[in-house]
C-alpha cells in the first residue's frame, strides 16, 4: 500500500514486491477446484449471527471465516514445517543484490501475460510499454535479471485476471483462504487459473511440467517466501493474524482494482501542518 502521507492511493504491485503477482500466475491451478466449490457453498452458508465476529465476517465478505481460519491455521503451520525454512536457508546464503537479480527475471517472465491482460482492459499504451519492458529486459537486461527498462522510464505495471474482471465490474465475491496459496476471493481465484493456462511464456516452453517450468515453479515459490518474510514476522506481532491477512490482501486488491478502473481514493494530506486554531472571540459585555 502507498504510504499513509500519500495524498491518493496508487497502485503497489511490481514496484516493490517483483515476485508477488508471478507466484499467483503459476501456483493457483491447483486451487481451482476449490474456488469454484467455495463459491458455490457461499450462499448456502450465508450466517445470521449478530455478534461482532459475525458482523466484522459479513463486512469482510467471509462467510465462510470458520474453514477459512483452519485452512489459515493449516497453511501457516505447513508455512512453519517446510517453506519457512527453505526460505530462511535461501536467504541466509544468498546476498539480497543476487536475491532482488532473480526477482527480477521472474517478473520479466510474467511480462508477456502482464501485456494480454493490459490489451483485454483496453490500454493499449500501456501495453505497449510493456511490451518494450520485455523486450529491453530480456535482451540488454540479461534475460531479465536488470531492469534496464525502469531506468529508461518505464517502470512495471502489474495486471492479471483479477483485475481485467474487476476492470469490468465483476466484484471480488467472497473470501477464501487456500493452504499454500494464501488469501484470495473468488474474482481473483478464477483470474489466476487463467493467469496460468494462458501464460504465454509456459505455453512457448512446453508447459508446467518440462524442466524449466518445474524449476521456474520452485525458484518462484522459494523467491516469493523470501520476498514476504518480513510480513510473516509482522504477523507473529498481530492480534488476530488471520484478520490482519484478510484486511491487507483485501486491501490490496481493491486498490489494484481501482488503479486499472482509473478510480483514486483521497487521503488526509498528513504531511500538511495543522490549521491554526481559532481565537474565540472576547465575551461581549
Not at 6 to 29: E, K, N, T, W
Not at 32 to 39: D, I, N, T
Given at each position: 500500500?502507498?504510504?499513509?502521507?500519500?495524498?491518493?492511493?496508487?497502485?503497489?504491485?511490481?514496484?516493490?514486491?517483483?515476485?508477488?503477482?508471478?507466484?499467483?500466475?503459476?501456483?493457483?491451478a491447483g486451487g481451482l477446484a476449490a474456488v469454484c466449490g467455495l463459491s458455490i457453498a457461499t450462499g448456502a452458508l450465508a450466517q445470521?449471527?449478530?455478534?461482532?465476529?459475525?458482523?466484522?465476517?459479513?463486512?469482510a465478505n467471509d462467510p465462510l471465516e470458520g474453514l477459512n481460519r483452519a485452512s489459515f491455521?493449516?497453511?501457516?503451520?505447513?508455512?512453519?514445517?517446510?517453506?519457512?525454512?527453505?526460505?530462511?536457508?535461501?536467504?541466509?546464503?544468498?546476498?539480497?543484490?543476487?536475491?532482488?537479480?532473480?526477482?527480477?527475471?521472474?517478473?520479466?517472465?510474467?511480462e508477456p501475460n502482464t501485456v494480454m491482460n493490459q490489451v483485454l482492459q483496453g490500454k493499449p499504451r500501456r501495453a505497449v510499454r510493456s511490451s518494450t519492458?520485455?523486450?529491453?529486459?530480456?535482451?540488454?537486461?540479461?534475460l531479465g535479471l536488470f531492469d534496464v527498462a525502469a531506468k529508461m522510464g518505464l517502470p512495471p505495471r502489474g495486471a492479471d485476471f483479477g483485475q481485467t474482471?474487476?476492470?469490468?465490474?465483476?466484484?471480488?465475491g467472497a473470501?477464501?483462504?487456500?493452504?499454500?496459496?494464501?488469501?484470495?476471493?473468488?474474482?481473483d481465484g478464477v483470474g489466476r487459473a487463467l493467469d496460468i493456462v494462458t501464460d504465454p511464456v509456459s505455453m512457448v516452453a512446453g508447459g508446467f511440467d518440462t524442466d524449466f517450468g518445474k524449476a521456474r515453479t520452485v525458484v518462484t515459490v522459494v523467491d516469493l517466501r523470501a520476498a514476504t518474510d518480513s510480513g510473516f514476522r509482522a504477523l507473529k506481532d498481530a492480534a488476530d493474524p488471520y484478520v490482519t491477512t484478510r484486511s491487507a490482501y483485501g486491501q490490496y486488491r481493491e486498490a489494484f482494482v481501482r488503479e486499472a478502473t482509473g478510480e483514486t481514493e483521497t487521503l488526509p494530506d498528513f504531511d500538511a501542518p495543522p490549521s491554526e486554531p481559532t481565537t474565540p472571540s472576547p465575551p461581549t459585555p
Amino acid at each position: 500500500m502507498a504510504p499513509m502521507r500519500s495524498r491518493s492511493i496508487r497502485l503497489r504491485d511490481q514496484h516493490d514486491s517483483p515476485g508477488l503477482q508471478p507466484l499467483g500466475r503459476r501456483l493457483a491451478a491447483g486451487g481451482l477446484a476449490a474456488v469454484c466449490g467455495l463459491s458455490i457453498a457461499t450462499g448456502a452458508l450465508a450466517q445470521t449471527d449478530a455478534s461482532p465476529s459475525a458482523l466484522a465476517a459479513e463486512a469482510a465478505n467471509d462467510p465462510l471465516e470458520g474453514l477459512n481460519r483452519a485452512s489459515f491455521k493449516l497453511g501457516m503451520g505447513l508455512d512453519r514445517a517446510f517453506l519457512g525454512p527453505i526460505a530462511h536457508g535461501y536467504m541466509a546464503v544468498t546476498p539480497r543484490v543476487v536475491r532482488d537479480r532473480v526477482s527480477s527475471a521472474i517478473y520479466n517472465l510474467g511480462e508477456p501475460n502482464t501485456v494480454m491482460n493490459q490489451v483485454l482492459q483496453g490500454k493499449p499504451r500501456r501495453a505497449v510499454r510493456s511490451s518494450t519492458r520485455f523486450v529491453v529486459n530480456s535482451t540488454i537486461g540479461v534475460l531479465g535479471l536488470f531492469d534496464v527498462a525502469a531506468k529508461m522510464g518505464l517502470p512495471p505495471r502489474g495486471a492479471d485476471f483479477g483485475q481485467t474482471f474487476g476492470r469490468w465490474g465483476a466484484g471480488p465475491g467472497a473470501y477464501i483462504y487456500v493452504p499454500l496459496m494464501g488469501p484470495l476471493n473468488v474474482r481473483d481465484g478464477v483470474g489466476r487459473a487463467l493467469d496460468i493456462v494462458t501464460d504465454p511464456v509456459s505455453m512457448v516452453a512446453g508447459g508446467f511440467d518440462t524442466d524449466f517450468g518445474k524449476a521456474r515453479t520452485v525458484v518462484t515459490v522459494v523467491d516469493l517466501r523470501a520476498a514476504t518474510d518480513s510480513g510473516f514476522r509482522a504477523l507473529k506481532d498481530a492480534a488476530d493474524p488471520y484478520v490482519t491477512t484478510r484486511s491487507a490482501y483485501g486491501q490490496y486488491r481493491e486498490a489494484f482494482v481501482r488503479e486499472a478502473t482509473g478510480e483514486t481514493e483521497t487521503l488526509p494530506d498528513f504531511d500538511a501542518p495543522p490549521s491554526e486554531p481559532t481565537t474565540p472571540s472576547p465575551p461581549t459585555p
